[in-house]
């Protein structure tokens, strides 16, 4: 089957211009979460969502970043009037409910470079 | 706070040889810890993870680590390196909350593999 996807795989934008980045996770995983991987760095965690429910948002770094799932699979990273320290790959991430040790499968990642 | 420390920004290692890639871990519990590989423009694959149990867990690609909770460590060990497995490698641990995993991410080894 196939594997988490994200879209776009890479991202220009000028400073101040939105955009929204795209992850389409495992067919039946309950679970999905962002992170964001600045260049040299390991990710760090944005947000989570069980289904349609955003249960975690501690991660994201300002009210520019918002996130959404609405029908529970799809789910969209937006960034409002994006700035040059927003530049980082973003990690989609999703995993099958239940017990919390259940793996994490990562998708390729958005390459996002502002201007 | 948890966190997760990588010592080793880069490792190189020539072929065949035994491979180490230490990681030391602050977490108040038990902790849940995991080894994940990311290869250039590809997502994060997991390694290897640690809930309980045997302290010395295998993996995929014939890596194994060991937990030692009297050093907050879980080192990465693979006996013999292949080309192949040139890569960035980190180490993260789970901050479990309602059920989920946060995952907290070093910030990683880069290998490099010398013929």
């Known amino acids: 089957g196939a594997g988490v996807s994200q879209s776009p795989r890479y991202k220009v934008a000028k400073r101040g211009q939105d955009v929204a980045l795209r992850c389409d996770p495992i067919s039946g995983h309950v679970s999905l979460f962002w992170y964001q991987q600045a260049l040299g760095q390991g990710p760090e965690f944005l947000t989570y969502?069980?289904?349609?429910?955003?249960?975690?948002k501690s991660g994201l770094p300002s009210d520019r970043f918002f996130a959404e799932r609405p029908e529970g699979s799809v789910s969209t990273l937006k960034i409002q009037r994006t700035q040059q320290e927003d530049s980082a790959v973003y990690l989609c991430a999703s995993s099958f409910s239940g017990p919390a040790h259940n793996e994490q499968f990562f998708g390729p990642g958005t390459r996002l470079t502002v201007l | 706070a948890q966190s997760v420390t990588q010592p080793d920004i880069h490792i190189t290692v020539s072929e065949g040889a035994s491979l180490e890639l230490r990681c030391n871990y602050s977490y108040g519990a038990t902790p849940y810890l995991f080894w994940y590989v990311q290869s250039p423009g590809q997502g994060l694959q997991l390694l290897l993870k640690?809930?309980?149990?045997?302290?010395l867990v295998q993996g995929i690609k014939g890596f194994e680590a060991e937990f030692k909770r009297s050093q907050s460590s879980f080192n990465l060990r693979k006996p013999s390196v292949h080309w192949s497995d040139a890569a960035e490698y980190f180490c993260?641990?789970?901050?479990?909350?309602?059920?989920?995993?946060?995952?907290?991410f070093g910030a990683g080894t880069r290998l490099a593999v010398h013929p």
């Open positions: 993260a641990v789970g901050a479990r909350s309602g059920g989920y995993n946060k995952l907290i």
């Open positions: 969502f069980q289904n349609e429910a955003q249960l975690d």
């Open positions: 640690y809930f309980s149990g045997d302290t």
